[in-house]
């Protein structure tokens, strides 16, 4: 970029007792221009999508609470990572945080990447993704199909520091999914996954959810739809699901920000070892610790009543969900609960729809498949199986 720089200022004379002006234009037209055009190929590809559905998940109508899912898995890149991955871009690129030629590197479960990887083609700049061995081979398949490069470490919780490492090494931008989701996101609207899903209610009987259920990985996800509802002055509730292995409950319940697990969460997509700094506790309304293996039942039970699969971080909500239901069915309150399904089941079959992968895990879905067959029956959850915190 050898961009004519301007003559630097008239430098006064000394001892004229004016102090000297200091000007330094770091003006790059080349870089500018390429900004530009990385900038609107981000925004053709917004304008390129179309919303996604929210489902109505038929339970019966005497019940008096309705239940819908916003099926984030139909965007271009499977699951509602591609929002965040746009924003990321968008607020990176804004920033002067990524340059022509240099490479966006990102610690992640597996489905930031993917979405990632997407944007940074798109743009044109290199992609590495620093992942959990334990990821899912399909999510690595994803990502080098998306033109991205995949760096695999032993230890989940060294993601972070491989991915600064590596920016370092080779003057690329660390994107910090973990810090940056919460800011990068445009909560107050913009079509956010918030704004959508009130326009989407609008015309159905129970127009203001009682309470939207979401789930974290980076926490941005509710901490969007927290703000929003806030902003919107709405009285809708947001409920947090939680796994098994993540600090986000026990941090949420203990006001203790430096919670910390031993094991990383089985769950793929949520659940961290730490408070992630992305996570709003204070927007939070409720949280919910759900097993994983009730998250796994609860996705099987989904492709029953939906005729489709989704991963299991999709089942950790939809339990919250089903228990929210069952307590608002037993107080008699009538209203409707939103859930996300968050990427599709395609890319766990191996995993949370293989009956080996629960075997090894020692994980028996049984008893909670049981359990939900009967709160389908009679809309009362009447088995135990998540901790329950409220704000
Ligand atoms: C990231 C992710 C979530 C949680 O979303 P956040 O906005 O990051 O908290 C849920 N499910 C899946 C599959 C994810 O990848």
């Given at each position: 970029m050898d961009t004519p720089k301007p003559a630097p200022s008239p430098v006064p004379p000394p001892g004229d007792g004016l102090v000297q002006v200091l000007d330094i234009d770091r003006s790059d037209h080349a870089y500018r221009r390429w900004l530009s055009t990385a900038v609107a190929k981000v925004h053709a590809d917004a304008n390129r999508s179309a919303d996604t559905h929210l489902l109505s998940v038929p339970l019966p109508?005497?019940?008096?609470v309705d239940l819908y899912l916003k099926d984030e898995s139909t965007h271009p890149t499977g699951s509602l990572k591609h929002r965040l991955a746009r924003s990321l871009f968008l607020y990176a690129l804004c920033n002067g945080w990524i340059r022509p030629g240099r490479p966006v590197i990102e610690a992640s479960s597996g489905s930031t990447a993917v979405s990632e990887a997407y944007f940074a083609r798109l743009i044109g700049v290199p992609f590495v993704a620093v992942m959990?061995?334990?990821?899912?081979r399909a999510k690595v398949e994803l990502i080098e199909f998306q033109g991205g490069r995949c760096h695999l470490v032993d230890n989940p919780s060294e993601v972070y520091e491989a991915a600064a490492r590596l920016a370092e090494e080779t003057g690329g931008?660390?994107?910090d999914q973990f810090t940056y989701a919460e800011r990068a996101t445009d909560w107050r609207g913009n079509n956010n996954i918030a704004e959508s899903i009130f326009r989407q209610m609008a015309s159905e009987r129970h127009p203001v959810p009682t309470w939207i259920v979401a789930t974290a990985g980076t926490g941005g996800t509710s901490a969007t739809l927290a703000r929003y509802v806030r902003y919107a002055q709405a009285t809708t509730g947001i409920c947090v699901a939680d796994p098994e292995n993540s600090a986000f409950f026990p941090g949420w319940r203990d006001g203790d920000l430096g919670a910390t697990t031993a094991a990383g969460s089985r769950i793929e997509g949520i659940g961290r070892q730490r408070v992630e700094p992305?996570?709003?506790?204070?927007?939070?309304d409720r949280m919910m610790r759900v097993p994983d293996a009730a998250s796994v039942a609860a996705v099987r039970v989904l492709e029953k009543l939906l005729g489709r699969r989704a991963g299991a971080s999709t089942g950790t909500g939809l339990w919250a969900a089903f228990r929210i239901i069952s307590e608002m069915r037993e107080s008699g309150e009538r209203g409707s609960v939103v859930g996300l399904i968050c990427d599709p089941g395609e890319r766990y079959v191996e995993k949370y729809y293989a009956d080996a992968w629960l075997r090894e895990q020692g994980m028996d879905i049984s008893p909670y498949l049981a359990c939900l067959e009967r709160f389908l029956q009679s809309g009362k959850l009447d088995c135990p199986g998540a901790e329950s915190h409220r704000a």
């Open positions: 109508a005497d019940w008096g959990a061995r334990g990821t899912v931008h660390y994107m992305s996570f709003v506790p204070g927007a939070i």
